[in-house]
């Protein structure tokens, strides 16, 4: 037995407890179950190293225990509760064990102890995510997860030779702070940079995040990319190069998600940008910013389910997320509006709502240590999201032009779901101390001062008049129904056409070695085998001379490597 | 020899390495007496799981770096023959006939199936000639002893490929391929075993070692060597000398591709091994060369041209086959770089792969019982008709393809080890590119076996227990030795070292 219990082979008893049940409430009753007893097992769990087990010689960690990988194991058990009561109507049985053993792998990971464990559970979240994707069965499903599949398990191989080349250079594969510099650690910079959605190795995430399936992209959206952001805090907290990486991931989307159409893409753009403020948290490295990131994390995966959830309610009531095709439906749907906005209010950083009280500490940390130029992007970016998320969201889908919509309120679990998710949102904004209580390192900080309210409240009146200004003016950008070709272009388009270019070549060099090879061996043939009679027909026959040409070739090498020694 | 059989108990146990190979060597002619087909099967079971119970003994005996040296008749080596066991061989003769001991309850209801009654007698017979012929290369320490055992397991695969003739006329010309080629390979090593022996004026391989340890500038040694490793370089199917093997696992019946694929390239490379490392010493300059020119090109030649070949193949097992061509490649990559870490890896990947082809062959055989045919066209969608044999196809494929967890991880890791030792950094990377290879062949039959719709009117189900049961054995172990590597990876480890240092005490 492992000592302490591995909270994440919970979910795995849990998934294939669940295959046992018959269908319906009853395994649904286990998604909601399990993580609720895990979350008390993480809240028991002693801190320390523990859980050794022995494999090829090597001795792993399989638990890591302390404030920073209780708070994300807390989180994901949070997020994996919610997710599942959300999805309480799926019999899909793929989904159910999917969500469990992906919930349960990055949870696993968040506690690995060394580098080898890590590696096994981010492959993990790879290969049971993938299916919530797949579980939509369409075709357009089953090749975005493919693509999403290939990034992923590429992130998993990169971790991997990185951890190799690392065990090699120091003999450890404990997963402590590293420095850049080095290949080793610099591959898995780039592994945990293509999991965080680091600009340019992003684009997985908009691809598959709207095509998977209502609640699949609920589930998806908490899990990846924070893991990612842990272990990039565990890993390289206080690099430098992270601040502008992170800088520039907020601002980017940004423009992207203003012209994006579906809803569900736009919500994948503007957790692109949030992830850039905990990874500028991470990179600043200061306690402050640390603490940041965490209580970033913490609220942006509940806010951000919370806005995946109305928006998901939407999709499964009207079956489109196209802010063309939407509009006016708080007249029928008013709790779903009324969380949605929540949501907004919170990713957007409204005081007494979440996103206020964990983003300030990011921009202070980014304010105090000099990064005057990096302040200014997450400003922006700041207003960016209220424009994107926090406007764009709720006001095209629920009012806006009435597009003569009139769907019921969503299921009640739904609604149950998205009515905690939300009071979460609002209790984290009003009372930030439990959750300060729970941050890696003491929290001597207060959110709500004059100064903090005043500026932020400015900042949203603001990005909010503008947001007006340009609706009124006609500039913003209209609601078109349209493809947006990001960087994905590159293996959507171009990497085809590449492929195609290249295997012309290759089966061109192809015929061109069978003709040659192929009437040499007939000449070798009729020598070798006058003798045997004309019985053989050219396909037999021919492999037998050449294989004895192969001999004397490779004897006459050998002899020759050897004599001339 | 019939006195060494009925000796008292106690003394059974130093009788083993010649007991391994008596029992089953007595048993085929006993099958053709016999000429029950019920008869024949069970002998063959029978002496193949002594055989297996005999070599595991050993391997207990040798792992902590014994040797046991059997003299044949009493007559004491150099003059007479002499069997040695150490930890390289007995972990071996433990594979050989393990996986016998598995394909033949499978083989039961595959050969019923595949070959028709009367010939059943005479295929049990010439299966155990074959598993003799094999052990005896193994186990044996003579260098001449070698070439007879060779010959015996070669005449009765000829033999046994020629079997599939009945769903395959191809057969014949497959076994007549193999025939000549295999020929050519034995010759060329008789002609490497008679240079040294005027040379040296013994067969006895220790006493070669001694007598060739200061011999390295001897241009009829240097001969020898190089007939020695291109004959036994074609029996182990080494890229590009591996033209006979594609022709003679596809067409063979299943049951004897499974045990081919698993066993028979396995001895050769052994053979490989025990002549570069221990009768011929690493550090002969002309032995290095051909390490550095000859044996590491072909190696990662095999690694990247067989897969790619594999990739575009139709037909599973002619796919699989392609794909041992591949995984040999690794395993004389390992013999290339000639290191603890790598011999190791050589070792391991033998024993490795040959449970991880077992599994799939296995499964591709079940495949031709209920479809009739291996070629992908025709698996369509199987893996909801025949859930546990596909299941058993995706672990095998996992191994083949290294995935942690399972036994194939094991060996390449250690070779990518061995690799990064030597500071070959490049060549670690080509073995991981290589390995991507292996997914995409993996995953053709994967995609056809779960993605796509079973085709109309196909009843397909499940095969016999007899059958799933050895697959599964199979199929359990690849993930066994995968995540307790205590057997393996000591046995391996020791291994490299008695080849290592054995030669020259």
Request: hydrophobic share 55%; charged share 10%.
């Amino acid at each position: 037995m492992i000592d302490p219990f591995p909270p994440a082979f919970l979910f795995f008893i849990g998934a294939i407890l669940l295959l046992l049940l018959p269908k319906g409430s009853p395994r649904a009753l286990v998604g909601i179950i399990v993580p609720i007893i895990a979350a008390m097992m993480v809240w028991d769990l002693p801190t320390g190293v523990g859980g050794e087990v022995q494999l090829a010689g090597l001795t792993l960690e399989m638990m890591r225990v302390d404030k920073l990988s209780t708070i994300f194991g807390l989180v994901f058990c949070l997020a994996a509760f919610l997710g599942n009561l959300y999805a309480w109507h799926v019999k899909d049985t793929v989904q159910q064990v999917a969500a469990l053993a992906y919930a349960g792998s990055a949870i696993g990971a968040v506690f690995a102890g060394d580098l080898i464990i890590l590696f096994i559970y981010w492959e993990g979240t790879a290969i049971a995510s993938v299916f919530l994707i797949w579980a939509r069965r369409t075709e357009g499903a089953f090749y975005t997860g493919m693509r999403y599949l290939i990034i992923q398990i590429g992130s998993g191989v990169i971790l991997l030779a990185g951890v190799v080349l690392l065990y090699r250079e120091t003999g450890s594969i404990a997963f402590e702070k590293m420095e850049l510099g080095t290949l080793a650690t610099w591959l898995i910079f780039l592994s945990f940079g293509m999991k965080c959605a680091f600009p340019l190795l992003h684009n997985w995430l908009q691809d598959s995040y709207p095509a998977a399936t209502v609640t699949g992209t609920v589930i998806l959206s908490a899990f990846t990319t924070k893991l990612a952001v842990y272990a990039l805090a565990r890993g390289f907290p206080g690099t430098e190069l992270l601040i502008y990486i992170g800088a520039v991931m907020t601002v980017f989307p940004v423009f992207l998600a203003e012209i994006e159409n579906d809803l569900r893409r736009v919500l994948a753009y503007s957790l692109n940008n949030q992830l850039g403020f905990m990874v500028v948290g991470v990179g600043i490295g200061t306690e402050m910013s640390l603490n940041g990131t965490a209580s970033h994390a913490f609220a942006h995966i509940l806010y951000k389910a919370l806005l995946f959830m109305s928006v998901g309610a939407v999709l499964f009531r009207t079956g489109t997320s196209k802010a063309s095709e939407l509009g006016g439906l708080y007249r029928t749907m008013p709790l779903t509006a009324i969380f949605c906005l929540v949501g907004a209010a919170s990713i957007s950083a409204f005081p007494l709502f979440s996103g206020f009280v964990t983003k300030s500490l990011i921009l202070d940390a980014s304010a105090e240590n000099h990064y005057t130029i990096v302040w200014a992007m997450l400003v922006f970016a700041s207003a960016g999201v209220l424009s994107h998320s926090g406007i764009k969201i709720p006001f095209f889908t629920f009012f806006a032009h009435d597009s003569g919509k009139r769907p019921a309120e969503a299921p009640s679990h739904m609604l149950w779901a998205m009515g905690i998710t939300a009071a979460l949102c609002i209790l984290v904004g009003v009372f930030p101390e439990p959750l300060y209580a729970l941050l890696p390192y003491e929290v001597d900080y207060h959110a709500y001062t004059t100064y903090h309210v005043v500026g932020q409240l400015q900042l949203l009146l603001f990005a909010l008049l503008a947001f007006v200004f340009l609706m009124r003016t006609g500039i913003h950008p209209p609601e078109v129904r349209a493809v947006n070709l990001d960087t994905d272009v590159i293996y959507r388009r171009f990497l085809p056409m590449l492929i195609i270019k290249i295997s012309n070549i290759v089966s061109g060099l192809w015929a061109f070695g069978t003709w040659f090879t192929k009437g040499k061996a007939d000449r070798l043939v009729r020598t070798l085998h006058r003798s045997h009679g004309p019985e053989g027909r050219m396909a037999s026959v021919w492999p037998t001379g050449a294989m004895v040409l192969w001999i004397a070739i490779i004897l006459t090498a050998t002899l020759l490597v050897n004599f001339i020694t | 020899m019939a006195n060494a059989v009925i000796l008292p108990t106690l003394s059974m146990i130093d009788q083993l390495p010649l007991l391994t190979i008596a029992v089953p060597l007595i048993a085929g002619p006993l099958c053709v007496i016999f000429g029950n087909r019920h008869i024949a099967w069970g002998l063959a079971f029978l002496s193949s799981l002594l055989a297996f119970l005999f070599s595991g003994h050993m391997l207990l005996q040798v792992i902590d770096g014994d040797v046991l040296s059997y003299h044949l008749g009493g007559w004491a080596p150099p003059l007479g023959i002499e069997y040695r066991v150490d930890a390289a061989n007995a972990f071996v003769l433990f594979l050989i006939s393990g996986i016998s001991t598995v394909v033949l309850p499978y083989a039961r209801q595959s050969v019923a199936h595949e070959i028709k009654k009367v010939s059943h007698t005479l295929f049990y017979c010439c299966y155990l000639l074959c598993f003799t012929g094999l052990l005896g290369v193994v186990v044996t320490g003579d260098a001449f002893n070698v070439f007879v055992f060779l010959e015996i397991s070669s005449l009765s695969t000829y033999v046994l490929i020629a079997m599939g003739a009945e769903r395959d006329r191809r057969a014949l010309t497959a076994a007549y391929d193999y025939l000549i080629l295999g020929t050519i390979g034995a010759t060329f090593f008789v002609i490497g075993i008679g240079f040294l022996y005027i040379a040296t004026g013994t067969l006895n391989m220790a006493d070669l070692a001694v007598r060739l340890a200061d011999m390295g500038d001897n241009r009829t040694v240097q001969a020898g060597f190089a007939f020695i490793v291109v004959g036994m370089g074609l029996k182990a199917a080494i890229y590009p000398l591996h033209l006979w093997l594609p022709g003679a696992y596809t067409y063979a019946p299943s049951v004897v591709t499974v045990f081919l694929a698993a066993t028979a390239t396995k001895a050769a490379i052994y053979v490989l091994l025990r002549f570069m490392f221990s009768v011929f010493q690493p550090d002969f300059v002309f032995e290095l060369h051909t390490l550095t020119w000859i044996i590491m090109p072909l190696a990662i030649l095999a690694m990247f041209a067989a897969s790619l070949i594999a990739a575009f193949q139709t037909d599973l097992k002619r796919l699989l086959a392609y794909s041992s061509v591949a995984q040999v490649g690794y395993m004389i990559l390992g013999i290339g770089l000639a290191t603890k870490t790598s011999l190791s890896a050589t070792i391991i990947h033998l024993f490795n792969h040959g449970i991880t082809k077992a599994v799939l062959f296995m499964v591709v055989g079940a495949f031709v019982m209920r479809v009739g045919s291996s070629f992908t066209k025709n698996l369509n969608g199987l893996g909801k008709q025949m859930p546990w044999t596909c299941t058993a196809f995706v672990i095998g494929g996992l191994s083949l393809i290294g995935v942690p967890g399972t036994a194939g991880f094991i060996s390449k890791w250690l070779l990518i080890d061995a690799s990064l030792k030597a500071d070959l950094w490049w060549l670690a990377m080509l073995i991981v590119m290589s390995s991507l290879l292996a997914v995409v062949y993996v995953w053709k039959a994967v995609e056809v076996l779960y993605m796509q719709q079973p085709d109309e009117g196909s009843s397909a189900k499940e095969v016999p227990m007899s059958m799933l049961l050895p697959m599964w054995i199979m199929a359990i172990a690849c993930v066994y030795f995968g995540l307790n590597t205590d057997l393996t990876l000591t046995s391996a480890s020791v291994a490299a070292n008695s080849l290592l240092g054995g030669g020259v005490q």
